[in-house]
């Protein structure tokens, strides 16, 4: 029994350290797409590790119009990002910390990575960084609705309020008897990932023109191993959204007790595909207008308020 | 003489003796322009020049659009004058520069602030009573503000996050909403007009070509017509030609450059990348011909310094045919992209009428609609024989900005191809021109890849350039920017910007 548990927690700990090295990976594989798709070659898949081996190793500036709140938002912003990842299950493994309701706590530990950023980015009292702010916070708040509603149509699919409960329940046969709801969810999540990520179409993350920006204006005061801590946590960030996405609505996965190493090559090939899909989107379709962003962040909010009718009404079973 | 006698009209490409310029009194100055532009005339240039016992004479070059002609007018001015702005919207910068320029007040201008921040000409004369030795700070000026509890203002450059040229915008703004926009300009500011003066000489042409350096043909080019015309220089027609392919040439770079860009401000790649090389593959067309991808040495007056062979003219048209193919492919999916259409439609309006009223040139004004073009309306060299029709959309929006550039790109590469396979026999170069017509004035219009460019070079006693003044497109384009805000998103800036692609060196001088 000693060493089934022990297994357990082997297992349930090979996602955050999976996380922790291939995160900026994703970052890599979507300027890779991009570049290959606009006929160029990109910079190398390593590329967001030699940025932030770069950027660990230089001295920080900072304003004398800011104060600890500036310095303070990098580390709280990541220290919050990682405890998200730990709560997110990955291939057939749990997560290390699972209980009833830890998806509200993911939620909103990724809330409190966004209040510290924002902060950091009032503090300096710059009128962009301001403006940034204030356009985060208005998409993560309409955002924030596909979220939670979306994860309360997998609860009451899956009968489980913590995500690694419904990564259990969420099975092929489980999935094929709810396509639907769950079909939308899955649209829903993508659009929160692309948003919350700041990618296309609602941010541009390669754009220098600091009045269309939306996250990268919030930070353009940062550097050095601050800037560094925002960009990893950045590609934290995206990592667990995009692990919740293919652990808790999408079973793409065996789910028999010993093929766990087979479920967790698995998720990270979805991983992948995850990151390749962002970056062909990234590569086909403008940014949209600033004012139309909030449109498409309804659209996701509709779309998981649909799934949880849906699963409450079992109009489509 | 009264507003409405007959102006002495005269074509656009013939000197003018100074003695043959009617100097008005100053009402009769000012009532003859706004007249002439309220028939349809335009301004093409106003400046002021030393005149005699301290004194400031100021000349105003009017464009007749229908006969193609020009007319010359004088007045002598001493510490102000009543403006023309209130009546005549188009006269606002050139009241602005003459105020800085010569410390003439145009009483009653609305927006009297200086524009490239330098001191008068006029020593002990200055029109916002600075003292003779105060540092004068680009970009400190007393700004429009608009004042409330949710108004609030951003500041941007002269440093920005992008690698560009220095300009300072303040925007007023609710929220995400600008309720105006101001620009505030000259970092750039070298005096190449002052440093003009005692020309031509072996400064004058690397001068001329650095005024805007993405616009060097076309500078040249207007520069070399004003010397021919002051120094009865006659070009050989091979030349001519050839400086008509490097002028479309140029316009076609910037043009698909520009389109690359727009892509690139709403992150489309596919179109952004492309267009960026494509801008390169026109340059080195241009490198081709001349050894500069930006032109540079070789326009010269009296024709142009390199020929084109036959075995490099068919080089060039295999280059231009395989670089306007794939413009066509790379521009397709452009207009093809649903997301990028609905960031170009209704961005950035600007109406006809105000573009009319301010005298907005090149494709921001063709994008409204208001069909000019001095390659038609007052041609020169090759243009005498080969037309390109002018091409105008109707909308004024970012849309019609990039359409209009892709309806140039077609016709200016129709026309390249043409010129290139039939270029007329007979030398490049005609002996070096003579001294130039002692005090007399040439005007010289050519309609850069931005818009009309205007030189007017004005010669002293002994043949020498007194005043020699430019007109950049982009001095009277950036107006039109900040128009095009008016009641826009803040974050569509960027691309309304890019829309017009304004040079800050053109504007500064």
Redesign the interface.
């Known amino acids: 029994m000693a060493g089934g548990l022990f297994m357990t927690l082997a297992k349930s700990l090979i996602h955050p350290i999976l996380a922790l090295i291939f995160a900026p990976l994703m970052l890599g594989v979507i300027g890779r797409t991009k570049a290959i798709l606009a006929g160029r070659e990109g910079p190398p898949l390593a590329q967001p590790y030699h940025d932030l081996r770069k950027l660990l190793g230089k001295g920080a500036v900072y304003s004398r119009t800011t104060t600890w709140i500036f310095r303070a938002g990098p580390m709280i912003g990541l220290a919050s990002t990682i405890v998200a990842v730990l709560l997110v299950p990955f291939g057939s493994c749990p997560a290390p910390l699972a209980f009833p309701g830890d998806l509200i706590l993911f939620a909103y530990l990724l809330g409190l990575a966004r209040l510290c950023t924002v902060l950091a980015a009032l503090d300096t009292g710059s009128a962009f960084e301001g403006m940034g702010a204030s356009r985060e916070v208005l998409f993560s708040a309409l955002a924030e609705p596909a979220l939670l509603l979306g994860l309360a149509a997998v609860a009451r699919e899956t009968r489980s309020l913590s995500l690694s409960g419904m990564q259990a329940a969420q099975t092929l046969s489980a999935w094929s008897g709810a396509w639907l709801p769950l079909s939308l969810v899955a649209v829903a999540l993508g659009v929160v990932l692309l948003s919350e990520n700041s990618r296309i179409p609602v941010d541009d993350p390669n754009t220098h023109l600091e009045l269309t920006m939306i996250h990268e204006v919030m930070v353009l005061d940062h550097g050095g191993p601050d800037l560094a801590f925002i960009l990893y946590g950045a590609a934290l960030k995206m990592w667990a959204l995009a692990a919740l996405l293919i652990g808790t609505v999408l079973p793409i996965r065996v789910g028999l007790p010993y093929t766990w190493p087979v479920d967790v090559a698995l998720s990270l090939a979805s991983m992948l595909g995850i990151a390749v899909g962002v970056g062909v989107v990234e590569s086909t379709m403008a940014r949209l207008r600033m004012s139309r962003v909030p449109q498409l962040l309804i659209f996701a909010t509709t779309l998981s308020t649909l799934a949880l009718v849906f699963e409450f009404g079992g109009l489509i079973r | 003489m009264s507003a409405n006698a007959p102006l002495p009209m005269g074509p656009h490409d013939r000197p003018i003796r100074l003695a043959e310029i009617p100097v008005l009194a100053v009402d009769a100055f000012r009532s003859a322009i706004l007249g002439q532009v309220n028939a349809g005339g335009r301004i093409a240039a106003l400046f002021g020049m030393a005149g005699e016992s301290n004194r400031v004479r100021l000349y105003a070059v009017l464009m007749y659009l229908e006969t193609a002609e020009i007319a010359v007018l004088a007045a002598d001015v001493a510490d102000e004058y009543p403006s023309l702005t209130p009546d005549c919207p188009q006269a606002h910068m050139f009241e602005r520069e003459i105020a800085e320029q010569w410390g003439v007040i145009p009483r009653g201008h609305p927006w009297l602030k200086p524009i490239r921040f330098h001191p008068s000409y006029r020593a002990g004369h200055d029109a916002w009573s600075r003292a003779a030795g105060e540092a004068i700070v680009p970009g400190v000026t007393d700004f429009f503000r608009v004042e409330g509890p949710e108004v609030?203002?951003?500041?941007?450059g002269p440093i920005?996050?992008?690698v560009i040229e220095p300009g300072h915008f303040r925007f007023q703004c609710h929220g995400?909403k600008v309720f105006h926009l101001e620009i505030s300009l000259g970092f750039q500011h070298r005096g190449i007009e002052r440093a003009m003066v005692g020309g031509p000489d072996k400064r004058t042409l690397p001068l001329v070509e650095s005024i805007a350096g993405d616009t060097s043909v076309g500078h040249a080019t207007a520069y070399a017509q004003a010397v021919e015309a002051l120094s009865g220089c006659r070009v050989p027609l091979r030349a001519q030609a050839l400086r008509g392919v490097a002028l479309e040439l140029e316009r076609l770079a910037n043009h698909a450059g520009d389109l690359g860009a727009l892509?690139n401000?709403?992150?489309?790649?596919?179109t952004?990348?492309?267009c960026g090389r494509l801008r390169g593959d026109f340059l080195n067309a241009t490198a081709l011909i001349c050894g500069s991808r930006f032109g540079r040495c070789l326009i010269r007056p009296g024709g142009v310094l390199w020929d084109v062979e036959p075995d490099r003219a068919e080089q060039l048209l295999a280059r231009l045919q395989a670089a306007l193919d794939d413009v066509a492919g790379a521009t397709k999916i452009l207009w093809d992209?649903l997301?990028?259409q609905?960031?170009f439609e209704d961005?950035g309006v600007v109406p006809a009428e105000v573009a009319q009223d301010l005298g907005l040139v090149g494709p921001a004004a063709r994008a409204c609609g208001v069909d000019r073009d001095v390659r038609r309306d007052f041609p020169t060299g090759i243009y005498r024989f080969a037309l390109i029709p002018p091409s105008t959309w109707n909308t004024g929006d970012v849309f019609g900005r990039a359409y209009v550039r892709w309806l140039e790109i077609r016709r200016s590469g129709q026309f390249v191809l043409q010129q290139i396979k039939s270029l007329p026999g007979g030398p490049v170069r005609s002996k070096p021109p003579g001294p130039l017509l002692p005090e007399a004035m040439a005007v010289s219009f050519v309609e850069g890849w931005r818009g009309s460019i205007c030189h007017v070079a004005v010669t002293d006693a002994a043949g020498k350039f007194a005043r020699y003044k430019v007109v950049d497109p982009s001095f009277r384009n950036w107006i039109g920017l900040a128009m095009a805000l008016r009641d826009q998103?803040?974050?569509?800036?960027?691309?309304c910007n890019k829309s017009f692609n304004l040079s800050y060196c053109g504007h500064d001088l």
């Open positions: 609030h203002e951003v500041a941007v920005h996050a992008g995400e892509a401000d709403v992150g489309y790649l596919p952004a990348s492309f992209s997301s990028v609905a960031r961005t998103q803040i974050s569509d800036f960027p691309l």
